[in-house]
C-alpha cells in the first residue's frame, strides 16, 4: 500500500511538472509569435503627401452630356477613382482624399456654393496637391484632345502636367492640347487654392469617336495610370529633395 501511494505522489507530483513546463512553454511561444506579428495599425502612418482628387460637377450637375447621353459627372467620377486606387498602388505613402465617391454630394445645388466647398474640403483634408477631372464640350464635333489647366505661377503644377504629357502621348489615343494656365480662362478650383492644383479636361464629350475612347475601360485605366504616375513621379521627387535638404 505505501508503495501505491508512493508511487501515485510521484506520477501527481510528475503531471504537476509537466503541465508547468507546458504553460511556461506556451506563455513564451505566444510572446515570440506576439513579438513577430505585432502590427502597427494603431500607429498613424506617416504619408509624405495628400492628394485630393475632384470628380468634376456630380449630384444636381451632370455636366457635359456627352453625343450618346452619357454625363460628365459619371465619366469624371470613373476617372477619379480609378487614379485614387492607382496613386494608392504605386505608392502607399501617398495618401488619397476625394471630393466625392458617389453621385451623392455634400453640397448645395448652387454652383458658387458647389465649387467653395471642394476648395474648402482640400483646406481641411489639408490636402498638398489637387487634381480635377472634367470632360470638354465644343460646338463644334470635330474638336478633340486633353487639355490641363493650372495657375500661372503653379511651377509644380506645370511640372506634373509636364510629365503626364509624356506618359499620355506613349498611349497615342488623342491630340494633346498643352498645358494652359487660368489667367485667360479662370476656374475656382485652381485659382482659389494656393497649393499645385491641375484641371484636367481628358477630351470632348462632344465628338462622337472621342466619347468613345474616353468610356473605353481600358483606357480610362491606362489614362489614370498615366495621371497617378505622373503626380507619384513628382511628388516622390520633392520628397527625396526635402529629405536630402534636411541631411545637409
Given at each position: 500500500?505505501?508503495?501505491?501511494?508512493?508511487r501515485?505522489?510521484?506520477?501527481?507530483?510528475?503531471?504537476?511538472v509537466v503541465v508547468g513546463v507546458c504553460l511556461v512553454v506556451g506563455i513564451i511561444i505566444m510572446m515570440i509569435i506576439s513579438k513577430f506579428t505585432k502590427t502597427e495599425t494603431n500607429e498613424p502612418h506617416e504619408y509624405i503627401a495628400t492628394v485630393m482628387i475632384d470628380a468634376g460637377h456630380g449630384g444636381y450637375d451632370g455636366g457635359t452630356i456627352a453625343v450618346d447621353g452619357t454625363a460628365e459627372k459619371d465619366l469624371t467620377l470613373a476617372y477619379a477613382?480609378?487614379?485614387?486606387?492607382q496613386l494608392e498602388e504605386l505608392n502607399p505613402d501617398i495618401k488619397v482624399v476625394y471630393t466625392r465617391t458617389s453621385d451623392k454630394v455634400s453640397w448645395p445645388e448652387d454652383?458658387?456654393?458647389d465649387l467653395r466647398a471642394r476648395v474648402k474640403m482640400a483646406k481641411e483634408k489639408k490636402a498638398d496637391y489637387y487634381f480635377s477631372y472634367h470632360i470638354n464640350s465644343n460646338?463644334?464635333?470635330?474638336?478633340?484632345?486633353?487639355?490641363?489647366?493650372?495657375?500661372?505661377?503653379?511651377?509644380?503644377?506645370?511640372?506634373?502636367?509636364?510629365?503626364?504629357?509624356k506618359n499620355l502621348s506613349s498611349l497615342e489615343w488623342t491630340y494633346d492640347?498643352?498645358?494652359?494656365?487660368?489667367?485667360?480662362?479662370?476656374?475656382?478650383?485652381?485659382?482659389?487654392?494656393?497649393?499645385?492644383?491641375?484641371?484636367?479636361?481628358?477630351?470632348?464629350g462632344t465628338n462622337p469617336k472621342e466619347?468613345?475612347?474616353?468610356?473605353?475601360?481600358?483606357?480610362?485605366?491606362?489614362?489614370?495610370?498615366?495621371?497617378?504616375?505622373?503626380?507619384?513621379?513628382?511628388?516622390?521627387?520633392?520628397?527625396?529633395?526635402?529629405?536630402?535638404?534636411k541631411n545637409k
Open positions: 500500500m505505501k508503495n501505491t501511494k508512493k501515485k505522489l510521484k506520477i501527481g507530483n510528475l503531471i504537476i477613382l480609378e487614379t485614387g486606387k454652383e458658387a456654393k460646338q463644334d464635333p470635330s474638336c478633340s484632345g486633353y487639355v490641363s489647366y493650372i495657375r500661372e505661377d503653379d511651377k509644380e503644377g506645370k511640372k506634373i502636367t509636364d510629365y503626364m504629357s492640347r498643352g498645358t494652359l494656365t487660368t489667367e485667360s480662362s479662370p476656374l475656382h478650383v485652381v485659382d482659389s487654392q494656393k497649393i499645385p492644383s491641375i484641371l484636367f479636361e481628358v477630351g470632348f466619347i468613345k475612347k474616353i468610356e473605353n475601360k481600358k483606357i480610362q485605366k491606362k489614362i489614370s495610370k498615366a495621371v497617378a504616375k505622373a503626380l507619384n513621379k513628382h511628388i516622390t521627387k520633392m520628397n527625396e529633395k526635402s529629405e536630402d535638404d
